[in-house]
């Protein structure tokens, strides 16, 4: 084989780094066509190194970086601007910073403008790529109307017609639901048999991604690489490492070792696939257990008559009638687009309805001052940069704590708590945009809980984490369940929804779906599901399995 890419002795600093480095001693190689998955906690500098592959860095580093990397042999710092772009193209984490045009069609074309491709040659080429990636039907629709995972193919698209040998995707299924999620996958393991560019995945969640590669390359806390190499003789060799540094594997296989730790061997299932080939040895493992509400009263926080709200003459929510009571940790599901995070900006005031009424614990919204009303519910933004409006991490969290004229002593205290528990402490005094997108995520829910409100709304707070992140961060929420706060939490993740909701609402095309406890909703046919974009979570998939092979056998 070829190579494509090589790192040697990367090191980088940013220029507000003083003892510590982002990246340290980075070395690895890459073979034409070859595939590997960049793996690593938030903040262990997975897309700081996409920004040195593709030549963003060292020329628009605020620091210094040290080492060489190669493509096709020749250093990076040798091409000239834009070159490097035709070589190496990176999809990253929030599709729509891309994006500058109105339309799918000038989207993909803007970048073969930039580099010099005759208008007459252009057709084809956007033709070719969008159909690459099932987007063709949408080449005249504009941008805005996109749904999550349809604008992610149209970022994949305006790399791919630039016919890059190295794909670089920075965690692309973030933010999708999980059918959709599943699809970007499948169109990827497609275009990869069909182009055969090198390719470099960096995710949090790694079901699908197996089936194109079992390479990976782990970076720890410190930026630095601790092992290159398959996936399975990582989970072997390096488990107590992996739980360490938070570093998530697929859900089957983290169920299954959850069960039991003792059994780690080189052929652990990796895909329900592969779990249904070994039944016999892993069905005693699977089990499933109904989350268990704590004791819910009658006292109605959120009561919703008749919701309807229209955006451009569009209708986004249509005629929903809901009742939030106290005690409650309520799920938000369902597709990309499909109304959750609006119906959850109307329900916290920050967006007033077209028709109908929300009242919090019986009192009109409308009729709540601005002060009294963030007293009673707290709202964690999809976006976490939405809500910060201070210089430093610390200050961020106290903010409000400063609102209730708090002493100086009780806000440290309860600040510094929080930020531990958030794995924030080393960056209490950085600049809130300067954090990876985790750590942002990370800070937005840490400026929420470090209240008392009875009421908190989060927009899917886990999207982003490593694993020992999303850990903490739901057992804060899951304490302030139990001390009594209603929780309302919009997530794409089926597996929180199993574990933590006591109850949970689909949202489909502006109106409630299905209304039931999580057990109930599993009920449903895969079909059924299917349309609502929901899969089912792992360990009832794993149990479905085990009952369809005992069926098999007894026929």
């Known amino acids: 084989m070829t190579q494509l890419l090589k790192v040697e002795n990367l090191n980088l600093q940013f220029e507000n780094q003083i003892d510590e480095k982002t990246l340290s001693d980075i070395h690895f190689q890459l073979e034409q066509g070859e595939s590997l998955l960049l793996l690593g906690p938030s903040g262990s500098g997975k897309s700081t190194l996409t920004f040195c592959l593709n030549g963003l860095y060292p020329s628009e580093l605020d620091g210094d970086m040290q080492g060489e ?8 710092t040798s091409y000239a601007p834009g070159e490097l772009s035709r070589h190496v193209g990176i999809v990253f984490q929030d599709p729509e910073t891309q994006f500058c045009m109105l339309t799918v069609e000038d989207e993909v074309a ?3 403008e930039n580099i010099g491709v005759p208008h007459a040659k252009m057709g084809t080429k956007i033709d070719k790529t969008l159909k690459l990636v099932g987007m063709h039907k949408y080449k005249t629709a504009p941008i805005t109307s996109l749904s999550g995972g349809q604008k992610q193919k149209l970022a994949l698209a305006c790399i791919l017609v630039l016919e890059p040998e190295l794909l670089i995707l920075d965690e692309p299924t973030a933010n999708l639901d999980p059918i959709a999620a599943r699809d970007l996958v499948h169109t990827i393991q497609t275009l990869k048999k069909e182009i055969n560019c090198s390719l470099i995945i960096i995710e949090h969640q790694l079901d699908g991604w197996t089936n194109i590669t079992e390479r990976c390359l782990l970076l720890n806390h410190q930026g630095e690489c601790f092992f290159d ?3 399975r003789q990582a989970i072997t060799e390096k488990r107590t490492l992996l739980k360490k540094e938070g570093i998530w ?3 089957v296989t983290q169920f299954l070792l959850n069960q039991s730790y003792e059994q780690i061997t080189m052929d652990i299932p990796l895909t329900i696939e592969e779990f249904s080939n070994r039944i016999s040895y892993w069905e005693c493992m699977v089990t499933d257990n109904i989350r268990q509400p704590i004791m819910t009263t009658s006292q109605n926080l959120v009561d919703i008559k008749h919701l309807q709200w229209k955006f451009k003459k569009k209708t986004i929510i249509q005629d929903i009638s809901l009742q939030f009571f106290e005690g409650e940790f309520v799920a938000i599901a ?4 499909s109304g959750k995070t609006s119906l959850s900006r109307l329900i916290a005031g920050l967006q007033h309805p077209t028709s109908g009424t929300i009242s919090i614990k019986g009192k009109p919204i409308l009729e709540w001052d601005e002060v009294n009303l963030r007293r009673e519910l707290g709202y964690v933004f999809q976006n976490p940069e939405h809500q910060f409006i201070t210089h430093t991490v610390y200050d961020e969290v106290a903010y409000s704590l400063h609102l209730k004229e708090m002493t100086e002593q009780e806000i440290n205290k309860k600040v510094n708590h929080i930020l531990k528990v958030c794995g924030l402490v080393h960056l209490k005094n950085e600049h809130p945009f300067s954090l990876s997108q985790g750590q942002k995520r990370r800070l937005s ?3 929420m809980i470090v209240d008392d409100q009875q009421i908190l709304i989060l927009d899917e707070p886990t999207f982003g984490q490593d694993a020992h992140s999303n850990d903490e961060l739901m057992s804060l929420l899951q304490q302030r369940y139990e001390s009594g706060t209603t929780i309302i939490m919009i997530t794409h993740d089926m597996e929180l929804v199993h574990d933590y909701a ?8 502006g109106k409630v779906a299905a209304d039931c406890k999580p057990h109930e909703l599993w009920t449903n046919t895969t079909e059924q599901l299917s349309k609502w974009q929901l899969m089912l979570p792992v360990p009832i998939q794993l149990k479905e399995t085990m009952e369809r092979n005992l069926t098999h056998v007894s026929t």
Do not use: S, Y
């Not at 990397?69 to 990076?76: D, N, W």
């Not at 006591?502 to 095309?509: A, P």
């Open 229 to 231: 190499g398959p996936l």
């Open 445 to 447: 829910v840490a400026t």
């Open 69 to 76: 990397i190669f493509i096709h042999g020749k250093e990076t």
């Open 334 to 337: 369902g597709a990309n687009g």
């Open 249 to 251: 594997l697929p859900k």
């Open 502 to 509: 006591t109850r949970v609402v689909v949202i489909d095309e």
């Open 110 to 112: 803007f970048g073969l």
